[in-house]
Nanobody, 120 residues
């Protein structure tokens, strides 16, 4: 059974950092494009980053470029999202999802998500 499970969320003060993890089981994360998304209450899903299988090329929207960094640890079968300079508007449920390529909108499966709250 293929599965993605996120961890690392929590409460952080504005300006702080968090590192989220997306652990894969039943498959190898380096064979898929792994995306990070978030959804805040009352808002649409927002794509944050993606790392392609194979060559590991990474992609970010301008909204998080320079603050968020995606990386992959093949030995751990895990994809991380390092988030710096966090703002209250970054508060959301963060989840990862697997697809064929970063620019392919169709996703195969996703994790349940982890809550990130940025507040003083």
């Amino acid at each position: 059974q293929v599965q993605l499970v996120e961890s690392g969320g929590g409460l952080v003060q504005p300006g702080g950092s968090l590192k989220l993890s997306c652990a894969g089981s039943g498959f190898s994360v380096d064979q898929y494009a792994i995306h990070w998304f978030r959804q805040a209450p009352g808002k649409e899903h927002e794509g944050l980053s993606c790392i392609n299988g194979g060559d590991g090329s990474t992609h970010y929207p301008d909204s998080v470029k320079g603050r968020f960094t995606i990386s992959r640890n093949d030995a751990e079968n895990t994809v991380h999202l390092q988030m710096n300079s966090l703002k209250p508007e970054d508060t959301a449920v963060y989840y990862c999802a697997a697809g064929s390529e970063c620019f392919d909108a169709e996703l195969d499966f996703r994790g349940p998500g982890t809550q990130v709250t940025v507040s003083s």
